[in-house]
């Protein structure tokens, strides 16, 4: 896989990244079923994170967690150019973050930056395929 470019112009814009993620997002996703319950335990157990780290982007990071909690397996959360839910990618990055905590302020910044810069599903998966891109 082409390494990702991290340039600051390519990082605003999401669009970038439109099917070149769909290698990253098939493996993210392999095995994954939907598991809604444990999706909001999970979920509930990353807020409680977040609020426990002091941070400028920890209010639009909880209300990215509750838009990305409310639409769990529905359209308005599934990416079709990488084929993937952005609850699904959450989940997978909540594991990951048991081994490597020093990367919540990452994740909290780019949750902020899903309400702040628009909410579109592709929007909410690229960054968070951004993140698991480390964990991979």
């Known amino acids: 896989m082409a390494s990702i470019p991290t340039g600051s ?12 993620l769909t290698q ?17 335990h ?3 157990f990353l807020c409680g994170l977040i609020q426990g780290f002091p941070s400028p982007y920890e209010q639009g990071a909880l209300k990215a967690i509750d838009l990305i909690e409310g639409n769990i397996q529905k359209s308005s959360n599934y990416d079709h150019t990488n084929g993937v839910y952005a609850d699904d990618i959450l989940v997978i990055i909540i ?3 048991t081994n490597s905590p ?3 302020p990452i994740l909290t ?13 592709q929007g909410r998966c690229i ?10």
């Open 127 to 136: 960054r968070l395929l951004q993140i698991l891109n480390v964990f991979i």
């Open 109 to 121: 910044e780019q949750l902020h930056d899903i309400v702040a810069s628009g909410t579109c599903a």
């Open 9 to 20: 112009h390519v990082l605003l814009n999401t669009h970038y990244y439109d099917g070149r």
């Open 24 to 40: 990253l997002a098939k493996k993210a996703h392999k095995n994954l079923h939907n598991i809604s319950d444990t999706k909001h």
């Open 42 to 44: 999970l979920f509930t």
């Open 102 to 104: 020093e990367l919540l």
């Open 95 to 97: 594991d990951k973050l």
